[in-house]
């Protein structure tokens, strides 16, 4: 688990594992609020910056904080090798789940947002949250187009 001077370290190879399987990377402004939401969750024992190591070799890095009686998932990244069988993302998250019960927490929030080849949360969810987004257009003519845009997708 990352403390201190690690922190700036294990963000900056999660960035990159990250940009190497998505294909962009946070900006500047995303890895500054990050870096200092990181350091001010780490100064509250709240700061949940782990890497997974197999044999030596980093494997997966694993962002969450802590609060009040949640455990909050907000980023990972991992090595992408398809010959291994389980991502060893998805390891690490199901041991970041388990130690978060072990401390004695109620829930383990992996907030919104499917992965990249599949909706790999759902393997997780025990019960579920609806995402409502509303938007609120105040010219006419976005809200004209809006509803042009959803009778035309199906959705209006």
């Avoid at 709240?46 to 009040?68: H, P």
């Avoid at 130690?99 to 025990?126: I, S, W």
Wanted: hydrophobic fraction near 40%; proline fraction near 3%.
């Amino acid at each position: 688990m990352a403390s201190g001077n690690d922190i700036d370290g294990y963000l900056a190879a999660l960035w990159e594992l990250r940009a190497r399987r998505w294909g962009s990377g946070e900006g500047s402004c995303a890895r500054a609020f990050h870096r200092d939401l990181a350091r001010s969750m780490e100064a509250l024992g709240r700061l949940r910056l782990t890497r997974l190591v197999s044999d030596s070799q980093v494997e997966s890095y694993l962002y969450n904080i802590r609060a009040g009686q949640t455990e909050y998932y907000l980023q990972s990244g991992f090595e992408l090798n398809p010959d291994q069988g389980l991502s060893p993302g998805y390891l690490h998250l199901g041991y970041a789940i388990e130690a978060a019960a072990d401390a004695g927490l109620e829930r383990f929030d992996l907030l919104a947002g499917p992965g990249r080849n599949r909706d790999y949360k759902r393997d997780f969810e025990a019960s579920g949250t609806p995402l409502v987004c509303h938007q609120v257009f105040r010219a006419p003519w976005l809200r004209a187009l809006l509803r042009l845009h959803g009778i035309w997708s199906g959705k209006s």
